[in-house]
């Protein structure tokens, strides 16, 4: 069993930056693919970024470049560094972790974190 808590959204301007994070309590943190995914009013639930458990990383088109997942499995922790933010980026932003056989499917992750909101202003 694995609980996720994010944390770190809030407003922002276009072009600024934000870190999201996520932390995880159970003990096999380190054995999950982590994935954070988003959801906009209106939208399905979209892929960003996964990373493996040695930190092979897996990026959505449109976040490649200006975003950067990683992981710190000493602390049960995942990190989703957003810069160049733009409108469209404005989500529920959740965490996620499971077993997936694509890492981009939503179906195929077990955990998820209640979201945290991120808001970018034009």
């Known amino acids: 069993q694995v609980q996720l808590v994010e944390s770190g959204g809030g407003l922002v301007q276009s072009g600024g930056s934000l870190r999201l994070s996520c932390t995880a309590s159970g003990r096999s943190f380190s054995r999950y693919v982590m994935g954070w995914f988003r959801q906009a009013p209106g939208k399905e639930r979209e892929f960003v970024a996964s990373?493996?458990?040695?930190?092979?990383?897996y990026y959505s088109d449109f976040v490649k470049g200006r975003f950067t997942i990683f992981r710190d499995n000493a602390t049960a922790m995942v990190y989703l560094q957003m810069n160049s933010l733009k409108p469209e980026d404005t989500a529920l932003y959740y965490c996620a972790a499971g077993h997936p056989s694509t890492d981009s499917d939503a179906k195929d992750y077990v955990y998820w974190g209640q979201g945290t909101q991120v808001t970018v202003s034009s």
């Open positions: 990373i493996s458990r040695r930190s092979s990383t």
